[in-house]
């Protein structure tokens, strides 16, 4: 095939991705809108006084989304992982209209935790969709693609909340995530249906059919192919599978500890403590500390682009050890730094660091263990157990996500602020000794490769050999 076919196949997969993922800027923006909301949603609905309700604003969505991510196995299992991100689409969409008219505290609550379910389904079958349809050469920039999206969300939501804020037009704020959702359920409809599932229900001709308008040549289509056949011969699947089979057990374990490490490197904590950390550092207005987030949502996209551009070079683990590094340093100093910096006008050094601290944490999570935790979690479940192997972690990275952020205020009246830090800075560390033990590396190896060395008993550590 010439090049011509070669380039025309390329430009499919990467249209294909980018509609999908238009999922991951739903994740990020539904995530990211509520930090700049809730402030005015408290003055309208008069709950100064109502920490309990408060909390529960902010983290109806993270409950919402963990159950999404269980019940999003099973729906895409059925559904397949297009219409999954279909029924997504819609609930993002009837979700962010009933949220933005809501006519009380209660009705957005539950809205939020609406809106939830569909960033955890959206969560668990965009990655598993990207995985399945990109070229295993690239498979790795386009997962990490997602988390671009991801952060591309947040900055936008941030960006949005503070220009909406000089209305305090909070019912703007969340209403304008309808438009994105929009296009993600236009861009979904055009998206093919992912070969590997198409395959895993018999519909062979029709896998094919995919395969031969995304691959570029026939002998991939057929390679492909064979080895989508060849994975599909282990009938158990889910639950079963994870009670017989040992090896299964240990890829869904391997998944759960990626999440939980994606979520102990104290991520959302950082971004939630971000405006704090701003002010400590001596910018004291609202509107500095707006701008602050919106600086700090530029960091955390740039900063995923080293991430895209060295994951399937270098290779998965050195970038997590070199991630989680910087983050155990950057998170210890902000550590030292928390007693040392207090808010004043004059500027000095220690303002500085810990502004230089926040990003440098961000730039650590952004090119390592935000994207990577997605890229593994895909890549390291055996076909018949994808399912319910990733729905375990994405559920897991739900759940973590909310007992940390719900737990965070409570552990800095506990240890203070200081040692909170320095708890997280440690957590980082444990991390790079799992790491060490645990994480295969997947670079440029086939899942069908990964699938067999699991199965064959290898370590998890090598089953990326
Ligand atoms: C994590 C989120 C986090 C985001 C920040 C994602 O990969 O799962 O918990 O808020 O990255 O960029």
Known sequence: MGSEERSSANK????VCLLAAIAGLMFGLDTGVISGAKQFVVKEFGLEGQVGLQGW????????????????????????????????????????????????????????AFIGLAVGIASYATPLYLAEIAPEKIRGSMISFYQLLITTGLLL?????????????????LGVVVFPAIILFFGVIFVPRSPRWLASKGRNSEALAVLRKIRPSEDEVQGEFGEIQEGLKITQKGWSLF????????????????????????????????PEIIKMAGFSSVEEQMW????????????????????????????????????????????????KVVASDTLSFMHYLSLVMLALFIIGFAMSAGPLAWVLCSEIQPLQGRDFGVTVSTATNWIMNMILTASFLSLIAALGQANTFWFYALLN??????????VPETKGISLEKIEANLMSGKK??????
């Open 243 to 274: 009670k017989s089979n040992g090896n299964f057990r240990r890829s869904v374990g391997l998944g759960m500890l990626l999440q939980i490490m994606q979520q102990v490197t104290g991520i959302n904590i950082i971004l939630y403590f971000a």
């Open 292 to 339: 602050g987030s919106v600086l700090v949502g530029l960091i955390n996209v740039l900063a995923t682009f080293i991430a895209i551009s060295v994951v399937d070079k270098w290779g998965r683990r050195p970038i997590l050890f070199l991630g989680y590094a910087i983050m155990a340093f950057s998170m210890a100093v902000l550590a030292v730094l928390m007693n």
């Open 460 to 465: 998890l550590r090598d089953i990326g050999r």
């Open 12 to 15: 499919t997969v990467i249209i």
């Open 57 to 112: 604003l902010v983290a109806s969505l993270t409950v919402g989304a963990a159950i999404g991510a269980v019940l999003a196995g099973w729906i895409s299992f059925r559904l397949g992982r297009k219409y999954s991100l279909l029924l997504a689409a819609v609930i993002f969409v009837t979700g962010s209209l009933i949220s933005a008219f809501a006519p009380n505290i209660s009705v957005l609550i539950f809205a939020r």
């Open 157 to 173: 939501a941030y960006l949005s909340d503070t220009y909406f804020s000089y209305w305090e037009a909070w019912r703007w704020m």
């Open 429 to 438: 560390i444990i991390c790079i000794v799992l790491i060490w033990f645990f």
